[in-house]
């Protein structure tokens, strides 16, 4: 199976920063490649697909870069309701596969 | 609107089969492209790939689960039935199941249902 690595598994931002979330396969994957974002007790909400398409109705401050191997998730400004654990996902190849999470918090 | 539920029982015994049901209304099973996968999370940990139906019966599972898994469709009913046999304390976790179309990954997810295996 292909393994995603996240890093880094957690971070603290202030509301107003940019932050960046890199995701490693173990091997290429072309662009197949998801983000969600996940509130405690919440089911994840897709926010990116295909590398850098952004899903309907999230916000522009997302955005998703690479392909291949190597992949970033930026929040251009980062708001309050930002405050969350990211997960990226590969679906190039079964068995699909998620990272191990990143969780954003406030510092 | 596109919405789906989880719903099974939410605590099951070791050894014992679990079985959930995802009930999903706003599209149809029955699409070209369109499927429907089964995730999970253990408590405080990160997500897991179980399984995915497609619109034509095609059925993927996760290999390290595979010897466990069936995963079923009743197009009629807008249901899809995944059963874990044999499970284990370790299985603990909220059960998720999503929507996957042409070829997004997935874009619609339930709420949940957190499962306990305990004796």
């Known amino acids: 199976a292909i393994r995603m690595t996240q890093s880094p598994s957690s971070l603290s931002a202030s509301t107003g920063d940019r932050v960046t979330i890199t995701c490693r396969a173990s091997q290429g994957i072309s662009s197949y490649l998801a983000w969600y974002q996940q509130k405690p007790g919440k089911a994840p909400k897709l926010l990116i697909y295909a590398a850098s398409t952004l899903q309907s109705g999230v916000p522009s401050r997302f955005s998703g870069s690479g392909s291949g191997t190597d992949f970033t998730l930026t929040i251009s400004c980062l708001q309050s309701e930002d405050f969350a654990t990211y997960y990226c996902?590969?679906?190039?190849?079964?068995?699909?596969?998620f990272g191990q999470g990143t969780k954003v918090e406030i510092k | 609107q596109i919405t789906l539920k989880e719903s099974g029982p939410t605590l099951v015994k070791p050894t014992q089969t679990l079985t959930l049901t995802c009930t999903f209304s706003?599209?149809?099973?029955?699409?070209?492209?369109?499927?429907v996968g089964w995730i999970r999370q253990p408590p405080g940990k990160a997500l897991e790939w179980l399984a995915l139906?497609?619109?034509?019966?095609?059925?993927r599972y996760s290999p390290s689960l595979k010897s466990r898994l069936t995963i079923t469709k009743d197009t009629s009913k807008n249901q899809v039935v995944l059963t874990m046999t044999n499970m284990d304390p370790v299985d603990t976790a909220t059960y998720y199941c999503a929507r996957r179309d042409y070829g997004e990954p997935f874009d619609y997810w339930g709420q949940g249902t957190l499962v306990t295996v305990s004796s």
């Open positions: 996902q590969q679906y190039y190849s079964y068995s699909w596969t």
């Open positions: 139906i497609y619109w034509n019966d095609d059925k």
């Open positions: 706003g599209f149809s099973l029955s699409t070209s492209g369109v499927g």
